[in-house]
């Protein structure tokens, strides 16, 4: 087998990743991106391993660790992504760059509510 065949074709899957997750504003489509990058590095795995002909197969044992740490990746950033999508209605990236839970800003400084800790107790009685 030669090894320019999968090579090549992990830096392709490599560079479809790369471009979803610089180009895309969907947090899943992010994720699924990530997982994309890291599936390629695991073809590079196996086939240098393969092609070394390493008798410890130590190329197939990290892949099935890369494996193992993207499935918990991807567990918990869909938690976050479906928590942050209950919590602000959108998984746009662009549109969560502030994560702080905090009142609505009044460049005015009318209207904000109550400022002090007092009234927001009495507000809430």
């Given at each position: ?20 997750v610089l180009a895309r504003r969907n947090a899943i ?31 197939q044992a990290l892949t099935l660790f890369v494996i ?15 928590l942050v999508y209950r919590n602000r209605g959108t ?35």
């Open positions: 087998m030669h090894l320019a065949y999968p090579a090549v074709l992990a830096a392709l899957l490599f560079s479809v990743g790369l471009y979803g489509l992010v994720l699924m991106s990530v997982e994309l990058m890291l599936n390629a590095v695991n073809l590079n795995l196996v086939a240098f391993d393969v092609w070394l002909r390493d008798t410890l197969h130590a190329g193992v740490i993207a499935a918990a990746e991807i567990g918990i950033g869909l938690a976050v992504v479906l998984s746009d990236i662009d549109r969560l760059t502030d994560l702080a839970d905090h009142e609505p800003h009044d460049p005015q400084g009318e209207g904000a509510g109550p400022s002090a800790p007092e009234e927001k107790a009495e507000a809430a009685a």
